[in-house]
């Protein structure tokens, strides 16, 4: 491409060029037959804009705060294992990013940096650490403690993945970490270091089969609540029923996602599911949204109908292949880019101004014909 990319899409071509066949695999497939990895993208198409007209949007802002910590902008960095196969400096890099623009980045246990390491090479960014519930609860407790230790303000807990889930180019690839990359996060652990080298010859998706609980269950998460002062989120809700467990299992706040397509398939897209969760939680907690998230208008109409943030995934890996934290920077620039002119045109000077009736569902026009 001659000119430097203008949008999300245009990092996914680039980056699609760049990586290898097995990251690309990895990075960008979906669980099954993808209906739900490419209804996320899609489903943003299905809602409609409706602006407000001749506001003042001369002074605009996006700040706003997420669990009571301010961001620049509320689109954020959903955690993605292994950032480093798409760039040596990795999850440094975006912490980095992040620390800059003032977005909030979520770690994953799977990063291959480490808590430490994002502490003290991004010590302004704020960030969390996501989860799974585990099999040996000595390191989870480690891991809770390290994280509250190197200054991480919130635990996103995933509970969408009790199992890994089918993704078939990756299961004809059989991937398995590269053994130039270390799991960070793991490393240096009383109980367990990184990744041996019996698991990484047994492939990814064994490895972690082996280390997340499928037998975890909501109390998991309240005895999580009872080890940690900081916030748990639940990453992983798609209904209004699983919206109403997690409160009542003490969800400081849920993040309205399907793992970006990539686990349990023909669930539904991510924007569409949004409303119900939204309906059921009311204001009792506050609700994220990540899944297809490409642009800051796909930011700008879930905002619209009730989330407070969005965070993107595979957008950042994108960018970090492109040009790495260089790259992952520019993606969130214009991500915030896109969200603030959307703004302006759409007559919101600041994110409390982006209202429920600035968003409809297509079926609001073709139910007029
Ligand atoms: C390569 C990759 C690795 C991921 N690793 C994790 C992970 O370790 N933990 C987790 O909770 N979610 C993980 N996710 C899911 C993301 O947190 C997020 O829900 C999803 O990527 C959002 O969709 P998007 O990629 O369409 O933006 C991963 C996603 C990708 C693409």
Sequence with gaps: MATEP????????IAEAKLSKSVREYYNSGANYENTYKDNRKAFGR??????????????SMATTILGQRVDCPIGVSPVAMCRLAHPDGEVA????CAKLGRCFMLSTMATA????IEEKAVDCLRWFQIHIQKDRDLQIQLVQNAERAGFKALALTVDCQVY?????????????????KLGVLEGLKSRTGMSEEERKGGWS???????SSSATWDDMRWLKTITKLPVIAKGIITGEGAREALAAGADAIVVSNHGGRELDCVPATMDALREVVEVVGDRCEIY?????????DALKAIAMGARAVFVGRPILWGLAHAGGEGAEKVLQILGDE??????LAGASKISEISRDMVVHKSYYSSKL
């Design 6 to 13: 203008v949008c999300v899409e245009d990092f996914q071509k």
């Design 47 to 60: 809602y409609k804009i409706r602006p407000k007209y001749m506001r003042d949007v001369s002074n605009r």
């Design 94 to 97: 975006v912490a980095r990013a």
């Design 114 to 117: 480490g808590l430490d390491e």
């Design 165 to 181: 889930g089918r993704r078939h180019a990756e299961m004809r690839s059989g991937f398995i970490l590269p053994a130039k990359h």
């Design 206 to 212: 064994n490895f972690l089969n082996n280390f997340f």
């Design 289 to 297: 949204l990540d899944g297809g998230v490409r642009s800051g208008l």
């Design 339 to 344: 969200l603030n002119t959307g703004m302006a």
